[in-house]
């Protein structure tokens, strides 16, 4: 009950053609999706198991990616802490900001996990309507982007208010990793092969306090999980990645936006999986040029040596955008298994 692409770029194999799958692969942009929700609120696709389990499916079934990943959203587990949750026209929004003089409030993990537990669920109804040649995947937000989450209250590019109270973090972590920590239990238990911590803001702080406050919490989650868990961070850097935790063999594998240079990324890489990274604003372009992109992006990996791509799982830079063209979606999918088979 596995694809086995994927399983090999897990352990990694050597293989001509990598697995793909895209973060928000099943999302706005997608017609199954549209539908869906024409019928339905956002939180009752996530909250309500069957719906979850078909928008989840519906991008498998349509673009025959190799991976199924948990419809879901990385901000529930502040709503089981106590801080409430409405997504209106202008984004996600909770209903306090954490600080100092309220961490008291939020809930204890007894109290916040069965809130969480729908996302199980979910799981095993889209591991049960899924082919057996596809894998399933969860994910959770990590804990640096939850915190800035629950500090600025919403989607916020400027974190001030988050840097400001940086201090707070390691607090906030007393309560959020051992919740975390039962969260992506749920998600296996449900059927999942992996669970991914999407890392959005890893990239606003600098490499320093990277290594200095988000490595020590990812390895609080690695060492819980062994080989279970992936870790996805944007904007970051080489010199972000120098610490030995990224070499221990603790996490199942990395992925990266379009910034970096991956095929160089695959040749240093001895240990897991290494995820990206199409700029996903090129799926955008008029046919012939994005016919072109996406050829010029293949030539940097067609060119290495099939041993020195294994582990590749061929995917964007960040996550599928409102609106992009479902055909370019489909045709990247088809021009990666034509051009390296």
Known sequence: ?????????????????????????????????????????FMQLCKEPELAAQVALGPIQDFDFD???????????????GMGLEYGEKGP?????????????LRTVDDALPQLRFQQEAMRLTRAELKPDKSLIGFVGSPWTLFTYAVQGKHDGNLIESKKHLPLFSHFCETLIPLLIENIRLQLNGGAEIVMLFDTAAGELGPSLFQEEIVPQLTKLAYAFPQKLGYYSKGTQPTYFTNDFFKSGFLAGVGFDHKWDLPTKLKENHRGFIQG??????????????????????????????????GWVCGLGHGVLPQTPEDNVRRFVDTVRERLK
Not at 11 to 35: D, E, K, L, S, V
């Open 67 to 81: 991976v199924a990943i948990l419809f879901s959203d990385l901000l529930f587990p502040l709503e089981a802490l």
């Open 93 to 105: 929004q909770l209903e306090w900001q954490l600080r100092p003089e309220n961490l008291a409030r």
């Open 277 to 310: 990274n199409f700029d996903q604003a090129l799926l955008f372009s008029p046919v012939d040029d994005f016919k072109r992109y996406v050829e010029d992006y293949l030539k940097s990996f067609s060119t290495l040596p099939v041993k020195s791509r294994a």
């Open 1 to 41: 009950m596995a694809n086995e692409r994927f399983v090999y770029a897990v352990q990694g194999q050597a293989q001509n053609i990598p697995p793909i799958w895209f973060m928000r692969q099943a999302g706005r942009y997608h017609r199954h999706y549209q539908r869906l929700r024409e019928k339905y609120s």
